[in-house]
């Protein structure tokens, strides 16, 4: 078979050739099926997003896109009746890299306290349908991530919740909950008395359910470890500190449960004292974020000091004893590792 | 933040789709070629179409002729991953047309070869 190749660029379009993950593949293939059978179109979502940024959405997953640049060239030819046509010579490829747990930018969304929405008036407001196309992430993801932050739509405007008024629902949820004697593993937003809006009650159920629809499966474990990161504030002792985290949860349960396991990465012991330190307070570079905390004390036991270091590994399958060491020494004290200041 | 919206085109379609090895066969007939380094002509500059030379298909194996001159040898490969082509409007940019999805390739990627007097 002998053909003719020739070259006739399309210059009124532009082509990219984009590597498709498995999984929107079936889905696209599906829908082929389906437009064949019924020759309706019926186009599931899928999108490109972003800006600096790209990714690649459909209804629940999302991709990190980033570009492939080859050194050979990639002709893109048309079948014609004698041959090949060239139509355009594509730019890198285009490759997909699944984005495990996508982020939603917060600082910019204004804050809603029960009685008024603040934020900066330089910022624009969005409702939650318009944050939830502009996110980088798929529909599904958005949703589940809005729920985790507190998320609610006040007026129109998405916002997220205050710690005060989250404490606030927290503390009418296991009150309304203890006076009924009901179990935490079927809630639904009418079973709590509350002088907050249903649409609040609803958005600090989610945050803290199992399941993202009514009936709510609340995570107790959860709830009690919000409550001791929101009671963190000012070195205070740490037997201090433990009474005041249990006096905070309104109703009664295993005080077994309160323990600092649960609030891993949000604090720093030096001596008798517990400090709240928060991960996205530090340095974003590891000499100076290691330099940060062995000013707030010279030994910390590797648990401890993990939840502030794993963010900043380049590599996320380095060992963060063997990441340490580029920065800190390693100790053995009483059976404990030890990290060290060099 | 830009949102674009990709649809796979269902109207594509190629009336010499049957031209090409069947390996190579989309429904809109769409193919990829691989070359080493790049195939240097004019085309770009002028309107229309313009013949720079052959491909000759023998099973799996392919040989591209440049203007004559110059002789690659490919083959039909099947790519890693299959490759989704986007064909986007620079005036509507809140669309892309997702015009094929592309299973194997055309590859030439040995080092050209000069045709002998004979061809």
């Not at chain 1, 932050?149 to 009418?172: N, Q």
């Amino acid at each position: 078979m002998k053909l003719n190749f020739y070259e006739e660029y399309d210059k009124r379009h532009i082509y990219r050739l984009i590597e498709l993950p498995e999984q929107i593949i079936g889905e696209l293939r599906e829908e082929e099926e389906e437009y064949k059978k019924t020759k309706e179109l019926q186009h599931y979502s899928l999108t490109l997003r972003g800006k600096d940024r790209l990714v690649l959405c459909n209804k629940n997953t999302t991709w990190n896109v980033k570009q492939r640049s080859q050194s050979n060239t990639l002709h893109l030819v048309e079948t014609r009746d004698d041959g090949l046509a060239s139509i355009c010579i594509t730019q890198p490829i285009l490759e997909c890299t699944l984005s495990e747990s996508p982020q939603l930018d917060t600082s910019d969304l204004p804050c809603y306290d029960g009685d008024s929405i603040m934020g900066d008036p330089r910022i624009a407001k969005h409702d939650l349908d318009s944050l939830r196309n502009r996110s980088s992430m798929s529909g599904v993801q958005f949703d589940q991530v809005w729920a985790q932050i507190g998320g609610v739509e006040v007026d129109g405007v998405a916002c997220v919740l205050a710690d005060s008024l989250i404490k606030e629902t927290i503390d009418d949820i296991l009150t309304s909950l203890a006076s009924q004697k009901q179990q935490l593993n079927l809630v639904s937003a009418s079973d709590v008395v509350s002088d907050t809006s249903p649409a609040v009650v609803t958005a600090v159920l989610k945050m803290f359910a199992t399941t993202p629809i009514e009936p709510y499966n609340l995570d107790l474990a959860h709830i009690i470890s919000w409550i001791g990161k929101n009671a963190l504030g000012e070195p205070v002792q740490i037997e201090q500190f433990m009474i005041m985290w249990k006096n905070s949860i309104p109703m009664i349960f295993d005080e077994d449960m309160v323990s600092l396991d649960l609030i891993k990465g949000s604090y720093a012991l030096c001596e008798t004292m517990i400090h709240k330190l928060s991960e996205s307070d530090l340095p974003r570079d590891p000499k100076e974020r290691f330099a940060r905390l062995f000013q707030i004390k010279d030994k910390w036991e590797l648990d401890e000091i993990t939840p502030f270091i794993e963010p900043i590994k380049m590599n996320k399958s380095t060992k963060t004893e063997n990441f340490v060491l580029k920065y800190a020494k390693k100790r053995k004290i009483g059976g404990k590792v030890m990290v060290c200041r060099e | 933040m830009n949102v674009t919206n990709i649809f796979l085109d269902h109207l594509r379609q190629n009336d010499h789709v049957e031209s090409v090895p069947q390996m190579i066969q989309t429904p809109s007939g769409m193919a990829i070629v691989e070359i080493q380094g790049e195939v240097v002509s004019k085309a770009h500059l002028q309107e229309g179409s313009r013949r720079v030379g052959s491909i000759e298909f023998e099973e799996k194996k392919a040989t591209l002729v440049i203007d004559g001159k110059q002789r690659m040898r490919g083959s039909i490969k099947k790519l890693d991953k299959p490759l989704g082509l986007l064909k986007m409007d620079p005036e509507n940019r809140h669309q892309v047309d997702l015009i094929e999805i592309v299973t194997h390739k055309v590859s030439f990627t040995d080092i050209p070869e000069p045709v002998g007097a004979e061809e």
